[in-house]
Antibody, heavy 116, light 107 residues
Framework: EVQLLESGGGLVHPGGSLRLSCAAS????????MSWVRQAPGKGLKWVSA????????YYADSAKGRFTISRDNSKKILYLQMTSLRAEDTAVYYC?????????WGQGTLVTVSS | DIQMTQSPSSLSASVGDRVTITCQAS??????LNWYQQKPGKAPKLLIY???NLETGVPSRFSGSGSGTDFTFTISSLQPEDIATYYC?????????FGGGTKVEIK
């Protein structure tokens, strides 16, 4: 059974940092690109970042460029999102999803709240 | 960046009605268009990929069509369990964009 389990969310002050993790199981992790998508409370879906299966190629939305870093550890089957210089507008549920262009399976998300 | 304009933003229909949602891309994206369903408090679920292909296990009352800049998502006979927000998503270039969503309710 395919599973994606996000963790690492929480309350952080503006300007702070947070690292999200997504533990994968039930599929050959290294064979799939992976994505992070976020959803602010009551709002729509916003793509954040993606990474190729081998970790060589990374992609970012303009809002994430220069502040967020996506990475993966294929030996541990974990996807990461390192977030720095966090702003109130980064408050959202962050989902990891299997697939780079067509995310076909999603985790349940982890809530990041940026507030003083 | 490619912008996706989805309409309507919400709709109310009766059980058994045919429901149609449209999505327009700001430039030609061929058939690089997916449709997702998100129920309240749940993660999104991929329903349609490459504009018109039904994901495995998705009921056949869901369908998609279109290419280039104009796309359509249809529920042929609305069921109570279809209450959700639906999103289109393009992946024509290395960046991904979602439409604004359409909230579907039962009248």
């Amino acid at each position: 059974e395919v599973q994606l389990l996000e963790s690492g969310g929480g309350l952080v002050h503006p300007g702070g940092s947070l690292r999200l993790s997504c533990a994968a199981s039930g599929f050959t992790f290294s064979s799939y690109g992976m994505s992070w998508v976020r959803q602010a409370p009551g709002k729509g879906l916003k793509w954040v970042s993606a990474i190729s299966g081998n970790g060589v190629n990374t992609y970012y939305a303009d809002s994430a460029k220069g502040r967020f870093t996506i990475s993966r550890d294929n030996s541990k089957k974990i996807l990461y999102l390192q977030m720095t210089s966090l702003r109130a507008e980064d408050t959202a549920v962050y989902y990891c999803a299997r697939g780079r262009s067509s995310p076909g399976f999603w985790g349940q998300g982890t809530l990041v709240t940026v507030s003083s | 960046d490619i912008q996706m304009t989805q309409s309507p933003s919400s709709l109310s229909a009766s059980v058994g009605d045919r429901v149609t949602i449209t999505c327009q891309a700001s430039q030609d994206i061929s058939n690089y268009l997916n449709w997702y369903q998100q129920k309240p408090g749940k993660a999104p679920k991929l329903l349609i990929y490459d504009a018109s292909n039904l994901e495995t296990g998705v009921p056949s009352r869901f369908s998609g069509s279109g290419s280039g800049t104009d796309f359509t998502f249809t529920i042929s006979s609305l069921q109570p369990e279809d209450i959700a927000t639906y999103y289109c998503q393009q992946y024509d270039n290395s960046l991904v964009t979602f439409g604004g969503g359409t909230k579907v309710e039962i009248k």
